[in-house]
């Protein structure tokens, strides 16, 4: 069987970018919140993505490199520079997270989260335990986008239409020289799904976006060698998982975990079919609240073999792995992590 074609692509909008809810001033406005980054489901509608595809996403890309969210169990020694000089990343003992034995007596900050890395440099930290940060060219980046809240009274067409009103609303702006980037694993002919020159929009505000086929070499992102067996995964894009009653979950609730660090889930609708209520026999779509998407940056430890072969998003039964959602990047861990 040949080996599907694989291509990448950068997406780059044009200004702010609102992917959220709207929220009266005064009333929960301290909730009001821009969801990012854009999801598979609205990635996938930008580049006009046909059903034999798959996406692997949202990654973020800037100067010719790929980087990544920094997985939520790693530190650094405090000290008075802002930029991290050196991190480090933390161990499974017992049944909980612990520091570097040498650092059980110091003054550390938990900082992973908060930085973006690349992917190659993900792979010496986690193979080292330690990566060096220099100053004078830092590997570490800051997450390169700011929210911006905007106030109104109204919108017409998706618009802003009056200012400085009861209503706030939060977007996103992403720094210059950054990008969002995706790969498509398949046969996507971006000429024939996108206007020449390239272009779609995003969000609530159908935001024009730009975009660019890109020449990336990323080996990192299989994971994969000979005699290697993954114990961990490291949580690359934001994943949808939920048990058989429907409860949502920050793991994969079809692997036994021997350990994990994940964030607070964030809320995320879909789509479904229901009975119209005056017209019992005629079904409608409906947004349907209560499921929560794990942020990337999360760390799994499996209690016995790992669920994939190679680094990848974990198939569900939705097939929201085709669009992204749960991207897995195996890893061996050398250390005793309490397995």
């Not at 909008?13 to 959220?20: L, S, W």
């Amino acid at each position: 069987m040949s080996e599907l074609e694989q291509s990448w692509y950068s997406i780059f909008p044009a200004g702010t970018v609102a992917i959220g809810n709207l929220t009266p001033v005064g009333q929960n406005s301290g909730q009001v919140d821009c969801r990012w980054p854009p999801n598979g489901h609205q990635l996938a509608a930008c580049l006009n993505l046909p059903t034999d595809c798959t996406l692997c996403g949202p990654f973020w890309y800037s100067r010719r490199t790929v980087y990544v969210t920094l997985p939520l169990p790693v530190y650094r020694l405090e000290s008075s520079q802002k930029m991290p000089p050196e991190i480090f990343r933390m161990v499974w003992e017992g049944d909980r997270w612990q520091v570097q034995s040498p650092h059980r007596d110091a003054s550390i900050e938990v900082v992973g989260g908060r930085y973006l890395i690349p992917g190659n440099s993900l792979k010496q930290l986690w193979k080292a335990g330690r990566l060096t940060n220099p100053e004078n060219s830092p590997l570490l980046c800051e997450l390169p986008w700011q929210k911006l809240t905007l106030s109104h009274n109204s919108r017409e067409d998706f618009q802003v239409k009056d200012e400085g009103g009861f209503f706030a609303e939060k977007t996103t702006l992403m720094d210059p020289g950054w990008s969002i980037v995706v790969k498509i694993i398949g046969n996507y002919d971006w000429q024939q799904r996108l206007p020449d020159p390239p272009w779609s929009c995003i969000g609530a505000g159908a935001t024009p976006v730009s975009i660019k086929p890109e020449k990336i070499s990323a080996s990192w992102l299989e994971g994969k060698a000979e005699s290697f067996q993954g114990t961990g995964a490291v949580l690359l894009t934001g994943a949808l998982w939920e048990e058989e009653n429907c409860l949502s979950v920050p793991y994969p609730p079809q692997v036994p975990i021997a350990g994990y660090a994940a964030e607070v889930g964030i809320p995320w609708q879909s789509w479904k079919s229901v009975r119209d209520r005056h017209n019992p026999e005629r079904k409608v779509q409906v947004l349907t609240p209560g499921e929560w998407l794990t942020p990337a940056g999360a760390v799994y430890l499996w209690q016995g073999e790992a669920p994939l072969e190679t680094s990848a998003p974990l198939p569900d039964r939705y097939h929201r792995h085709c669009l992204g959602y749960g991207h897995l990047w195996l890893f061996e861990e050398k250390t005793n992590n309490g397995n």
